[in-house]
């Protein structure tokens, strides 16, 4: 057997889609077995989906709005200094880009800044606020951030400089004073739709400004968009939609050089922004100044493009070294935590790069399914500083607000936030959100989960399917790429790809459909061949020297067979931790037990295990056969070691026993040291099996044995050879290793599974 990972949310839909709607729309059944799954069966639903319906709120119903606008235009009429204050992630640079831009455009006298993420950090910065006022600036509108800003805007208000905040992240108790809020989520306002972006919301400040907002403008958005990860439905789906077929009939040089560094050439879709642009555009502020990637959007130069996107890319490719360094250490350190049974796995160390550990939480998360905050240690300055990354069941807001007097500054997301705290509060927070994750956990299962949308069967996995899929693009946040279950499939092979042989290749089912599951590996090993197992995931067309096969990406799988994994020639079995409790070890009568969950072959087992290792080979095959009676196993591992096997010597012939007890009765005396030799050679035996021979007369007392001085016994009875313990127990270790060990693996497998239900 084989666990899932996670636990499948099979979705059911309530409605299903009408017939005539199916007609009017040409639905194919796999595409209304995804809607259905995802409750869109209605005729405006599916026009808005399928027809790409535009969708363009009114941009002065978001907060303040109007306000705003008012400001702005007076700051330009009185050419008062403005300045567009950005974050440093590729949401924040895309929306500096598109407000500075905008007031250019309109004859601004306009400057633009990003804060330094490691020495500034965060939303609005005091002294960097203090430094623009120094410079003469009268009007300050930030950029996706600013809502948790409230001492910074105070500070800077009162020495005259206004402040408009836009701003997308979750809003506190309470909301900075500023002169204009403009936000989507704001409680007193109704803007239709609460979850754009911060580009979003700067490119409806552009529409406020602009007649006509440049086309670019809403490619810029699309990448934020999806780079931030916000919910990909509603005017964000129409932006990204509308954004996609500008980059790729429009694309601005800046994301063309960005693209030709990559070596990408081929359609720009939602996953090209989100694994090429996103990261790149990211990378800069992880580990420098994200002013590199604003100035890379802003410019319309080719030749500049192409400089400035060759150092973003040194960028990237240093981000991901720091990265992979970073994530081992972390797993480390969550794996004792996990053993310890921690629900909420706060990491924290010195000299761990700030800029990146967004990313090493989201990989700790992936791994372990639990809310996790990674904290660099600062020793100079005396804080720990990170990120967090979240489940569906815990909102990280929520939980760090609850702990905020531990925190100096934090702000984000229901799965995502930034903390920087003392370091001397760091234990503090550690244990706060232990406890706070031991009460949740008494109401709300905290058990990993998946969503499912569709079950299929093997004949519903067609290129023309896969096509047909694409029609509901793009995928994203809240309308996430369909994902299939598959059961009980055929294994035809299973093997390790790449590089240390990490990754998951197989081959299933009739069709040898070609399925890879990414970092599992290791299961290779307890997957056997003509094995059905039941698998999620998405699906996606493989294209190799022109010729296009469907292909399965693996997100879990399980099995609910018995599983028997052959390691009898293997040294040691690598997948199984020895500390695990869940399983148990069948040994030799004469080893040792090493725990409690070691066991002699027919001993009573009173505990259930999830694995059994038969470690060592029984004496015989009734101890084996008893032992498989009584267990309730999904997983059994063959090692049965020995020091040497019997099978191969066999038993001497009933011929070669009277001829060695003729020889010993006319030697009278036989000294072993000396003659024993001799006396193989005589027999045409080996000393091996001689030596079973003299086992059995001592055991039948037909010989005496004195320091290695043999002598005949004449005062025995007769006894046959076959009545000997040790004749016996030859012939039970030769049936022993008969099955388990030369008998072939498939063989031996339909053995064991008659024994365990005979």
């Not at 959100?433 to 949740?440: A, D, F, G, V």
Request: charged fraction near 20%.
């Amino acid at each position: 057997m084989i666990k899932s990972k996670f636990n499948w949310d099979i979705q059911t839909s309530e409605q299903a889609i009408s017939d005539d709607i199916i007609t009017d729309y040409k639905l194919t059944p796999i595409i209304t077995k995804i809607l259905e799954s995802k409750h869109i069966t209605t005729r405006e639903q599916i026009e808005m989906l399928i027809n790409t319906s535009y969708i363009n709120h009114d941009s002065w119903r978001l907060s303040d709005m109007q306000k705003a606008i008012d400001r702005i235009n007076l700051a330009i009429d009185q050419n008062e200094k403005i300045l567009v204050y950005g974050d440093y992630d590729a949401d924040g640079v895309t929306s500096t880009t598109i407000l500075v831009n905008t007031l250019r455009e309109l004859g601004a006298h306009v400057g633009w800044y990003i804060p330094n993420r490691f020495s500034e950090g965060y939303g609005p910065n005091e002294a960097a606020f203090k430094h623009a006022y120094e410079e003469g600036i009268n009007l300050i509108i930030t950029v996706d951030n600013g809502i948790q800003g409230h001492s910074e805007i105070e500070m800077i208000q009162s020495l005259g400089v206004d402040v408009i905040v836009t701003d997308h992240h979750e809003i506190g108790r309470t909301m900075p004073d500023a002169y204009a809020i403009v936000h989507p989520m704001h409680p007193e306002y109704d803007y239709p739709f609460e979850y754009l972006c911060g580009a979003g919301v700067a490119y409806k400040v552009a529409q406020a400004l602009l007649d006509n907002p440049p086309e670019y403008f809403q490619a810029l958005v699309a990448i934020g968009t999806i780079a931030d990860l916000v919910s990909l439905t509603d005017e964000n789906r129409s932006l990204v939609q509308r954004g996609l077929e500008i980059l790729n009939s429009h694309c601005p040089v800046a994301i063309q050089a960005l693209l030709e560094q990559a070596g990408y050439k081929d359609e720009i879709t939602e996953e090209t922004i989100g694994f090429i642009i996103g990261p790149r555009l990211n990378a800069v502020g992880r580990l420098e100044d994200a002013a590199l990637a604003a100035e890379l959007l802003m410019t319309n130069e080719l030749e500049e493009a192409q400089y400035l996107a060759e150092q973003v890319e040194f960028f990237n490719q240093e981000r991901k070294d720091i990265v992979a360094k970073i994530t081992e250490e972390a797993l480390v350190m969550a794996e004792q935590q996990v053993q310890q049974g921690a629900k909420f796995l706060l990491l924290a160390q010195e000299d761990w790069h700030e800029g990146v550990l967004g990313i090493v939480a989201s990989k700790i998360v992936e791994t372990y399914s639990l809310p996790t905050l990674i904290l660099n240690i600062d020793t100079v300055q005396n804080h720990a500083k990170g990120s967090a990354r979240s489940i569906d069941q815990v909102s990280m807001f929520e939980i760090l607000t609850a702990h905020s007097d531990l925190i100096s500054k934090f702000g984000g997301h229901h799965m995502a936030a930034g903390v920087t705290l003392p370091i001397d509060n760091v234990t503090a927070l550690a244990d706060g959100l232990k406890l706070w994750m031991e009460e949740l956990a008494t109401s709300t299962s905290l058990e990993p989960r998946k969503k499912v949308d569709v079950k299929i069967t093997e004949a519903d996995i067609t290129l023309q399917n896969i096509h047909d899929i694409q029609r509901l693009r793009p995928f994203g946040t809240d309308f996430a790429l369909p994902c299939f279950a598959l059961e009980d499939i055929m294994v035809h092979q299973a093997k390790g790809i790449g590089q240390d042989k990490k990754h998951l290749k197989l081959s299933l089912g009739e069709g040898q459909l070609q399925a890879i599951f990414w970092q599992n590996g290791h299961l290779t090993s307890q997957l056997n061949t003509e094995q059905p197992i039941n698998i999620i995931g998405t699906l996606q067309i493989n294209e190799w020297n022109g010729h296009q096969s469907p292909q399965f990406m693996l997100q879990d799988l399980s099995s609910t067979n018995l599983q028997i994994l052959d390691y009898r020639s293997k040294s040691k079995i690598t997948d199984l931790n020895s500390a695990d409790t869940d399983v148990a070890y069948l040994i030799h009568p004469q080893q040792d037990k090493l725990g409690e969950n070691y066991y002699y072959y027919g001993e009573a087992i009173t505990q259930n295990y999830e694995k059994y290792v038969f470690r060592d080979l029984p004496s015989t095959v009734a101890e084996i056969k008893h032992t498989l009676k009584h267990v309730k196993v999904s997983q059994i591992y063959l090692m049965l070691n020995h020091q040497h096997s019997v099978y191969f010597e066999g038993v001497p012939k009933m011929d070669q026993f009277k001829q060695c007890y003729k020889a010993l009765m006319s030697k009278g005396e036989t000294n072993l040291a000396q003659d024993g030799i001799q006396l193989c050679d005589f027999l045409s035996i080996k000393p091996n099996s001689l030596k079973f021979i003299l086992k059995v007369f001592l055991d039948l007392n037909f010989i005496k044995d004195e320091n290695g001085i043999i002598t005949v016994n004449n005062d025995t009875d007769k006894k046959a050879i076959e009545s000997s313990k040790y004749y016996q127990a030859r012939l039970e270790r030769m049936e022993v290793e008969k099955i388990l060990l030369y008998q072939d693996i498939n063989q031996l497998k339909q053995w064991i599974k008659a024994e365990l239900v005979s």
